[in-house]
């Protein structure tokens, strides 16, 4: 006989974690009859206050929730992301794109890169960014919808995200979460009240005096890993070791006055002993350092920010501690850790919320009767393990590839042994030019050839393919790509025209 099914679902917290998981769970399983989901949340504490840029599997996310895209970009001031620019990465004075969607056009099943190779080696030396119509239109400051349905159009290769204000987009999901049958609660959980034999959480208690019970409970408390850290006393899994940077300085800024429109991208720029973000929203600009402790203290970190601010000063530099690394088990008995709570790797891929919404994925999939079958939720762990792994990997790439030996801090990570994964993938590359995806992991072929070839990873070789193509023909095809690619972008619309356009903007 089968167990009975979970009937009160708690989220303890209200940041982005707790609101995207509110909003999905009322939406997909809020017509069971019988199903309570409560999220408690305290003004009080409030949220960590900054995550702002995403990757493309959020638009996914949005429509699962039937989000009507002129009105989210309008209610979270958002603007759109075609990638990443990163300053100073490779060496100093040097800038490329990472974009989403893919570089060049479709050479018959080989990865186009295997000829921009061979045009390499055939002395043109044109830089990658020219191949791909994300990198360009970005660049250009233009921006319009992929053309997914028509393989033969550049814009099928094209793949956006957003930049948000992110405590826009919590309070924009409560909404549509509380519509949906979702109970709030305001207040501070101070107690947790645990099964004597089993250890399951049955119940937390607010510092008013509320009690909430529940079956299942979803711990978004954020860094204080409230449920899961602090009450279950799961182990935090700690990689500083490869992600040095650990601190934080963020500071919002009003949009320069020059009337310029903003590119449709994020820009990274490495700074002596971590980088610095700049994210462009409608109505004000994000800046922030990221830094590593060991290697700067926090007076230095916060005038680096403020010596290249872009904007004036909204509010006063908000520091953020944190380690990267994640909980061993994100899931353990009734308590399914999403957001910070679950672990954290720094922000320079932007990750953090995708790992929200691949967490609230994987746990529909999985989702427990009040069985809590083991099998399921040691895969849940094994599968979100693994999530963070990969994505820890590419990250240290961008430390690990660069000439730059201008700090301590570089030297550092410019001669750190890579992990086995990232070993692997460099030497691949190095040798042969190819680029092995790994069990569907979140970076794509164009994510991981962006930052290796761009940061001055050397491909030894080709795709024997594209050795058999004449050489002229390779040069013939790579300039008509660019050609392509460039007249594409010279028809799109800015960034501006097309938010007003589709009646998105503010
Ligand atoms: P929080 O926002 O901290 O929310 C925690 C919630 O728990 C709050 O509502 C709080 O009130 C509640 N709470 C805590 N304790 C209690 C209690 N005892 N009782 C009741 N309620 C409680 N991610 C990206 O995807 N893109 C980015 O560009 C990005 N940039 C980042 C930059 C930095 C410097 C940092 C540190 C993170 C960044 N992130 C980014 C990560 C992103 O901010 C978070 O993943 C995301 O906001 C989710 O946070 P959260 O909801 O888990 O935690």
């Not at 995403?54 to 001031?77: C, D, S």
């Not at 295997?114 to 002395?123: I, P, R, V």
């Not at 009337?259 to 820009?267: M, W």
Request: aromatic share 10%.
């Amino acid at each position: 006989m089968s167990a009975p099914p979970i009937r009160k679902i708690v989220i303890v917290g209200g940041g982005t974690a707790g609101w995207m998981a509110a909003a999905a769970l009322s939406k997909v399983l809020g017509a069971m009859p019988g199903l309570a989901i409560t999220l408690i949340e305290s003004e009080a504490i409030g949220t960590v206050g900054v995550g702002e840029a995403t990757i493309p599997q959020i638009v996914h996310f949005n429509k699962l929730l039937g989000i009507n895209e002129a009105e989210f970009m309008r209610e979270t001031h958002a603007t759109y992301k075609l990638g990443i620019e990163f300053v100073d990465w490779t060496h100093l004075g040097h800038s490329y794109v990472h974009p989403f969607g893919q570089y060049g056009i479709d050479m018959l099943g080989i990865e186009f890169h295997h000829f921009w190779l061979k045009g390499l080696a055939l002395g043109d030396a044109t830089a990658l960014d020219a191949y791909s119509i994300g990198a360009m239109a970005g660049k250009a400051g233009r921006f319009y919808w992929p053309e997914t349905g028509n393989p033969n159009s550049p814009l099928s290769r094209l793949a956006y995200a957003f930049q948000f204000d992110a405590g826009r987009y919590a309070r924009f999901l409560r909404r549509r979460a509380e519509e949906a049958g979702v109970t709030r609660v305001e207040g501070r959980v101070t107690q947790v009240e645990q099964h004597p034999e089993s250890g399951f959480v049955t119940r937390v208690a607010l510092e008013n005096g509320t009690q909430v019970d529940g079956e299942l409970f979803i711990d978004c408390s954020g860094f204080r890993s409230l449920l899961l850290g602090q009450t279950l006393g799961v182990p935090f899994l700690d990689w500083s070791k490869w992600l040095p940077c650990d601190r934080a300085v963020a500071i919002p800024c009003t949009k320069r006055e020059t009337g310029a429109e903003d590119q449709p991208l994020t820009r990274s720029t490495a700074r002596k002993a971590g980088w610095q973000w700049r994210i462009p929203l409608q109505h004000r600009v994000g800046n922030g350092h990221v830094y590593a402790s060991a290697f700067m203290c926090e007076d230095e970190a916060t005038e680096t920010l403020l010596a290249h601010l872009d904007g004036t000063p909204l509010a006063s530099p908000n520091h953020i501690r944190f380690t990267g690394g994640h909980r061993t088990r994100v899931w353990d008995k009734n308590v399914v850790a999403l957001g910070l709570a679950g672990g954290f790797l720094e922000p320079l891929e932007s990750t953090a919320i995708h790992l929200v919404q691949s967490g609230i994925a994987r746990l529909l999939a999985y989702f427990p009767s009040t069985a809590f079958t083991p099998v399921e939720i040691d895969r849940f762990n094994a599968e979100t393990a693994q999530d963070y792994l990969d994505i820890r990997d590419f990250l240290v790439l961008h430390y690990k590839a660069t000439a730059r030996d201008d700090s301590e801090f570089w030297n550092y990570c410019r001669t750190l042994e890579p992990p086995d994964g990232l070993k692997a993938k460099l030497e691949m590359f190095r040798s042969s030019g190819r680029i092995v995806r790994e069990h569907n992991e979140l970076f794509t072929e164009t994510s991981w050839l962006s930052v290796m070839a761009c940061q001055g990873i050397v491909a030894g070789d080709h795709h024997p393919a594209a050795a058999l193509l004449p050489d002229d023909e390779v040069l013939r095809r790579l300039s008509h790509v660019r050609g392509v690619i460039a007249s594409a972008v010279s028809q799109m619309p800015t960034q501006d025209q097309f938010l007003a356009s589709i009646g998105g903007a503010i």
